[in-house]
């Protein structure tokens, strides 16, 4: 809670933030322990302040991987409920037209955590890293622009920024960042474009062989197939650069940053080299996304799926035509698909 991901890297508040944090919890075993049992509260917290500010797919892989190894793993389930409470406050690039500085300048996290506290959407009886609990650290702050951070009583929407979706595509779920996409595509039908790399599917976005309707399928990306989930942020911005960011979905096992727009939909498990159904996606297959509904098909006739599951004979073990090293290939070995952060398997 000391420190604000909105404060600029070279703030002279930094260091000195950094002290105070560290100070509490030198050699006490017994506040570390309140925080670590508390370690779910904290993850509700961290989602509920993501869900309101803008949403970023990223964050399930990273907090789905830190609540795992912390010994008190969670369903990503608990987006989609997290969401359907938590308000979008804040309207961030590039979702909106407002930037990291603007909102640091109107009061940060602090003041976005202020505003969620009003409705008692924080337990602000947590004990933090401080030494103080979320209510004594939020004493006093104030949200210094109402056009930056939206007062919980007018927010954007009453939904946060990511939704988790499911479907015979994504039987344990894939991440959206539902504030970034255009009303109009909230749900969407088309047929599957399916590229076994990004390389590959950036060529042929290059080559124009992407148009409107089209569903952009991206596997052997995710932490397996990567081996690590590259960040899809090219064919993100290749898109949109042909105009084509609110005319065509795309949908990959791999990963997003908090810079993509669009029907952008990452995270898919399971991934397809652990065998995942997006591994049995063929080109003109109909894809169909329903945000609202939190679902994500593939449109085929029953039994179709393990008809052609029969026919593969071996899945890839990373990605097509990839030269990794023997240590990524152990890692590869290894990995969980992202819904469970993409940590090691247990073994």
Known sequence: MEFSSTEPRLSSYLHARACRS???????????????????????H?????????????TADEWLAIAQEAGCPVDLALFNEISEKTPNLCHLAPAGNTYMEDLERAGGVYAVMAELSKAGLLDTGLMTCTGKTVAENLAGVVNRDPEIIRPIEAPYSKTGGIAVLKGNLAPDGCVVKQSAVAPEMMVHEGPARVFDSEEDAIQAIYAGRIVAGDVVVIRYEGPKGGPGMQEMLYPTSYLKSVRLDKACALVTD????????GLSIGHVSPEAAAGGDIALVRDDDRIVIDIPNRTIDVVLPEGELDRRREAIVRFEPVGRNRVV???LKAYASMVTSADRGGVREDI
């Open 254 to 261: 791999g990963r997003f940053s908090g810079g993509t727009s």
């Open 46 to 58: 961290l989602t509920a302040e993501e869900q309101q500010r803008r949403g970023r797919e990223l």
């Open 325 to 327: 090293s023997r240590a």
């Open 22 to 44: 560290g100070t509490p919890l030198a050699g006490n075993f017994e506040l570390t322990a309140r925080c670590n049992f508390n370690c779910k509260m904290c993850y509700v």
